[in-house]
C-alpha cells in the first residue's frame, strides 16, 4: 500500500481547510502561516474520511456476514419450527385434558349428596 500513489485532495476539501483556518486565523498571523494551518486541517479532514470508508467497510462486511448465516440459518428453521409445533401441541393436549377434568369434578360433585 505504501507504494501507491497519494490522489490529490478533493476541491472541496481543499476549500473547506482555507474556509477554517481563515476563521481561525490570529491577529499578526502570515498568509503562509495560514496557508500550513489550511494543509494541516486538510490532512486531518482526509485522515477523516479515510476512517469513515473504513467503518463503511466494516459495516458492509458485518451486514454480509449477518445477511449470510439469516440465509444458512433459514435451512435449518423447519425443523425448529416443527419441534416447537410439537411442543405447542403438548400444550393443548395438556390445557384441553384439565378443563375436560374439571368440568367433570364439578359434575360429580352437583351429582353427589353433600356427606353429613
Known sequence: MS????SAPSPETQAEAIRIAKATQKVGQTKEQTRL?????????????????????????LKKKVSRSKASNEADTPSETITTETVIYKHNKLAWGLLIASWVGFAVYLLLPPIQ
Do not use: H, N, T
Open 3 to 6: 507504494s501507491r500513489k497519494q
Open 37 to 61: 494551518v489550511a494543509q494541516g486541517i486538510q490532512k486531518g479532514i482526509e485522515q477523516y474520511k479515510k476512517q469513515q470508508k473504513a467503518k463503511a467497510r466494516e459495516q458492509d462486511k
